[in-house]
């Protein structure tokens, strides 16, 4: 075939999908997961790796991921977290103003029943 083809796309550049967004195979996508959600699954994947020994440690992963060791902590510092706590920021909607930021008062605190009241009370204040 020796002659030219045009193909024509059209690409949208708007920063979020639109709520209507398909897949490539036709499937409906909802939301996006949010970012809190995001970083406790990265941390969780990144201690399994350090633990198995497929990283070597939190600075390799930092020169791997080309952040600062520093950042790298304040991602796994969301393990401290109580489990449930864990689990439920894993499959929680989109909440305005829940963050890896805005948790580090809750993630400060060692005892897992003071972090749960904390979030309970994070989570279910007004909009």
Do not use: C
């Amino acid at each position: 075939m020796s002659g030219n083809i045009e193909v024509t796309y059209a690409v949208d550049f708007r920063a979020a999908k639109p709520s209507n967004w398909q897949s490539p195979d036709g499937e409906s996508i909802g939301t996006s997961i949010p970012r809190i959600a995001r970083l406790m699954a990265i941390a969780i994947r990144f201690e399994r790796l350090v633990r198995t020994g497929t990283i070597r440690d939190y600075a390799e992963l930092a020169r791997l991921g080309r952040v600062t060791r520093a950042r790298i902590t304040q991602i796994m510092k969301l393990l401290d977290l109580a489990p449930d706590l864990q689990e439920q920021i894993l499959f929680l909607p989109p909440i305005n103003g829940l963050n890896e930021r805005n948790l580090r008062r809750i993630l400060s605190k060692i005892d897992w029943t003071e972090q749960r009241r904390m979030f309970q009370k994070f989570t279910h204040r007004p909009v």
